[in-house]
Each structure stands twice: as structure tokens, then as C-alpha cells.
């Protein structure tokens, strides 16, 4: 039976140990390598994902080693990576495998509307990894949940967070409402704009 072969990380050219979470945007390599037995023709080297994503391998027969490549972006939040060994003996082929799962981290990404009724409702998601917090802020100042202002939020991924805010206080001209979202990767947010027949 042959062995598994052995998969390293590579994070913009640097050997990454003991850490399967990559950020994102940044350049990753994975090295598969591998001994080989006396064996003609000589063992083979293939890459798969799961789920499948699109990345470029290449070969060096001679000392067994497959490196495969790709940019990390948060559409793979969690991918499996495989190296199978392959070795064609005369009667049946023998494999070996070793896999990787890498979790890229990325900052939070909010997108937000608002309802135009006689009470002003507001909708904000975020999604991020690790997953984002989110906070209203009214003209400038933090909201919280009270007579005037209900806020309601609920996870919709590992990922996703969706809050809504719901304003029973008299508004102004110069009222602004604003979605905030932090994690440990960045912030970013968005100004709301209250319905006109409200503010």
C-alpha cells in the first residue's frame, strides 16, 4: 500500500503551518509530494477540490511533486483540497490521498434598504468571516432597542447577519441613519436614506 502523500500551504510564498485560514485576495499555494516506489510507468500526482473551484497544477515528475495555485476569494469560504497518488501496477491501480480544508477570512460586506411606510422600517445584511456584528446609528449616535426603536436581527448563514430597525420617533430634515458592521478583518457601512415622506 503506498503512502500519503504530503500536502503543505504556501500563503504568498511563505510555509504556513499548524493554520488552515487564509485571508482574502492573498496568493495560495498548495505543495503535494511524495515518495516514489520502484514503479514503471512512475506514480501520478492529481489535484481536486471540493467544492470544485478553478486553480492551475503543475508537475515535476522527476521529484514527484505537484504544486497547485489560486487566489483566495470569499466565494470558498470552505474547501476541501485532495492530492491522490496513483500508481498503474499490472493488475490494478493503487492510490494514497491527503487532503487540506482551508477557510479564507474576509471582511464584512453590507448591503441595506429601507420601507416607505408611515413608520420607517430599515434593513441591513452583513456577511463576513468570522461572522460580522452590525450596529444602528442615528445621526451619529449608537441605537439601541427602547420605546422608540425596535431592532431585530437574526443569523441567515455561518456567515450572514440581517438586522432590522424600526423608528416610532419623530424624525428631522437632518436625521441620518447609518448600518455599521465590524469584524476582525475590517468595517464598513452604509448611510440609509429615510423615506422622504418621514424625515
Known amino acids: 500500500s503506498p503512502r500519503k502523500p504530503r500536502v503543505q500551504l504556501y500563503v504568498e510564498q511563505k510555509e504556513v503551518q499548524d493554520q488552515e485560514e487564509v485571508l482574502e485576495g492573498s496568493s495560495v499555494s498548495l505543495r503535494c509530494s511524495a515518495e516514489t516506489l520502484c514503479s514503471s510507468p512512475p506514480p501520478t500526482l492529481t489535484w481536486s477540490s471540493t467544492p470544485r473551484i478553478p486553480f492551475s497544477e503543475s508537475s515535476r515528475l522527476q521529484e514527484l511533486i505537484s ?113 455599521v458592521s465590524k469584524n476582525t478583518h475590517g468595517a464598513a457601512s452604509q448611510l440609509l436614506h429615510l423615506p422622504s415622506s418621514v424625515a
Request: charged residues 15%.
Open 67 to 179: 504544486d497547485l495555485n489560486f487566489t483566495a476569494t470569499h466565494h470558498q469560504i470552505r474547501v476541501t483540497f485532495t492530492c491522490t497518488i496513483t500508481y498503474q501496477l499490472q493488475d490494478e491501480n493503487k492510490t494514497a490521498q491527503n487532503n487540506i480544508t482551508l477557510h479564507v477570512q474576509y471582511a464584512p460586506q453590507i448591503s441595506s434598504s429601507c420601507n416607505r411606510t408611515d413608520v420607517p422600517v430599515c434593513f441591513c445584511e452583513a456577511d463576513g468571516n468570522p461572522s460580522p456584528e452590525l450596529r444602528w446609528h442615528l445621526s451619529g449616535r449608537p441605537v439601541t432597542n427602547s420605546s422608540n426603536t425596535f431592532i431585530s436581527e437574526e443569523r441567515f448563514s455561518s456567515t450572514g447577519l440581517r438586522s432590522s430597525i424600526t423608528l416610532h420617533q419623530s424624525l428631522t430634515n437632518t436625521s441620518t441613519l447609518q448600518c
